[in-house]
């Protein structure tokens, strides 16, 4: 009979010690420019030996990278839609959500989410690859082709524009309620969506769509 292998106490350790690095990684590299930070920095800060960093990710741009990848999995854990809402109130609360953790995380949204391109393309594209899972989670629940180019450059478009809003917000004091962000948020996007099908017609207005839209024109 096939037996699961349960993992070893030793890996068990091995796992939680890689996991305090990137937790460490991810504090530090929201704190500071990546030249700035020194793998013994990221080893005290985890409570680990310098060696280990090595060990597991073979150089600081490897802890960096690693970090990258946490930072996302953290922010597409922040934009989630709740199947028991009306889809209109699935796209508030996941957008409320998701600027509450910028807001939460400042130092982390403006340095490692939001800070542009720099001079890491891989780093980039972690966050890339995580704007366009939220773009397509978001045709999903409207019911849409997200394979469609005017569907993609319409969600390309509203998550650029969220992201620009969200620096300025944040560099600037966050001058206006979340509230009121969020509901800007929500009308951007809605205008985004029916300048997408005045370019692709066949697109349609229907189901999740057709109510998210009637609730945005009130």
Not at 43 to 72: P, Q
Not at 79 to 88: G, I, K, Q, S, T
Request: proline residues 3%.
């Amino acid at each position: 009979m096939a037996t699961s292998k349960k993992p070893t106490a030793r890996a068990r350790q091995a796992a939680e010690t890689r996991e305090r690095i990137v937790a460490a990684a991810v504090r530090i590299f929201s704190e500071q420019n990546y030249d700035e930070v020194a793998v013994s920095d990221i080893a005290k800060a985890a409570g680990v030996a310098h060696g280990l960093l090595f060990h597991y990710f073979g150089s600081k741009r490897g802890v960096y990278l690693e970090a990258m990848r946490g930072a996302a999995e953290q922010l597409e854990a922040a934009f989630v839609f709740e199947p028991e809402l009306a889809p209109a109130e699935q796209i508030r609360h996941a957008i409320a959500s998701h600027l509450r953790f910028l807001a939460t995380h400042r130092g982390l949204a403006l340095r490692l989410i939001l800070g542009g391109r720099g001079a890491d393309p891989e780093a980039w594209e972690v966050f890339e690859a995580a704007r366009w899972r939220a773009v397509e989670a978001t045709a999903d629940l409207f019911g849409v082709d997200s394979r469609r180019p005017a569907v993609r450059m319409a969600g390309r478009a509203a998550v650029s524009a969220m992201d620009e809003a969200a620096i300025f917000w944040l560099d600037n004091g966050q001058p206006f309620a979340e509230d009121d962000m969020v509901e800007w948020m929500v009308g951007m996007t809605a205008s985004v969506v029916r300048e997408a099908i005045r370019l692709d017609p066949a697109i349609g207005v229907h189901g999740a769509l057709e109510e998210v839209a009637a609730q945005w024109s009130t």
